[in-house]
């Protein structure tokens, strides 16, 4: 277990925030106005189940503050399907001891202070809401990688659907042909069977095999080739692999598209593992130029010419961010 980082700590509230993931769950205690004072990061498999990991959070938040006279809420992200009517995991893929725990009455046996149970993706969209001052205005944070995550912050509160599946843009219908890619769902035509990682990956080796290994960029001939390789190549000028990546752009811009056709959101952002490295590259800036244009091209002036989308900028600590204000929101209603 890696020790607690220290930071300079005031008096105020503070709040445990918690993201479990499949490799690791991420603490963090939070001041007020969403600042993350310390953080610590352990294995997931360290742990038997929620009921451990949120003791060892409450232990990570006494050690650090000394006691946990200051901790006024506890914040869950979860990822998969969160069901908000028993707050419990319905499907997720590696969590086994996770699911279908009544996860928000474990949180509150554990502790005496307003708890929250959050989707992760939800989580990140509340910390980036509050990030950018957006008050009331909405916002939607997309995820880029395996799978096509989004979360939904309209206003200070996320959407999570009547079912825990509000926002699930990876699952919605890109090519409506009957012989459309497959969702790893298993339905056809979704925008993860297009522009999730593996099918950018699968699109490109595909493009890529008319090609002599010799006549391929250096980063396209590893015995395993990623998106990160593909956004390397298409950076030093190998115009197959650019067309890939602005081919991805166009489905994520249609999906995106439908969904701000949908809710009118002020703010997409885009996170995650697939980003062609963001503003920092000329791919990752032309990639986000050509979702821009995809979304233009396919909503009504009133809501594309409107509608600010960039990079997300949190990064992968918007989940205990997240989870801590949602738990901040709970102490508000009580
Ligand atoms: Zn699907």
């Not at 598209?257 to 697939?274: F, K, W």
Request: proline fraction near 4%; include cysteine; charged fraction near 20%.
């Amino acid at each position: 277990m890696i020790e607690p980082s220290h930071a300079s700590a005031g008096s105020h509230e503070r709040y445990l925030g918690i993201d479990v993931g499949g490799t690791t769950i991420k603490y963090g205690l939070v001041t007020e106005d969403g600042k993350i004072l310390h953080q610590q990061s352990v294995a997931t498999t360290d742990f038997s189940g929620p009921k451990s990991a949120v003791q060892y959070g409450l232990e990570f938040a006494r050690l650090t503050e000394g006691n946990l006279n200051h901790l006024a809420g506890v914040g869950l992200a979860v990822p998969g399907v969160l069901d908000t009517q028993t707050w419990s995991l319905k499907e997720v893929v590696n969590l086994p001891h996770w699911i279908d725990r009544p996860l928000l009455e474990i949180v509150q046996q554990e502790t005496n202070v307003p708890s929250a149970v959050i989707n992760d993706a939800n989580a990140a969209a509340l910390a980036e809401h509050k990030h950018r001052q957006l008050n009331t205005q909405t916002l939607a944070l997309v995820t880029l990688g395996t799978g096509i995550g989004c979360g939904l912050a309209i206003g200070e509160q996320d959407l999570s659907g009547d079912h825990g599946c509000a926002g699930e843009l990876g699952h919605v219908t890109v090519d409506s042909s009957h012989d459309a890619s497959r969702c790893n769902c298993g339905k056809r035509g979704h925008l993860e069977a297009y522009a999730g990682a593996p099918a950018v990956v699968a699109r490109a080796i595909n493009a890529f095999t008319p090609w002599e290994r010799e006549a391929l960029p250096l980063s396209l001939r590893q015995p395993k080739i990623g998106t990160r390789e593909i956004g390397v190549a298409a950076e030093e000028g190998f115009e197959p692999a650019r067309q890939i990546i602005l081919e991805t752009a166009k489905y994520l811009g249609v999906a995106i598209g439908m969904m701000g056709q949908i809710i009118d959101p002020s703010v997409v952002l885009l996170g995650g593992a697939m980003t062609f490295g963001g503003n920092s590259r000329q791919i990752g800036r032309d990639f986000l130029s050509s979702i821009r244009q995809s979304v233009r091209e396919s909503t009504l002036k009133q809501v594309g010419e409107n509608l600010t989308i960039e990079y997300a900028s949190l990064g992968n600590t918007a989940g205990i961010a997240g989870a801590a204000q949602a738990a901040q929101h709970k102490g508000r209603e009580v």
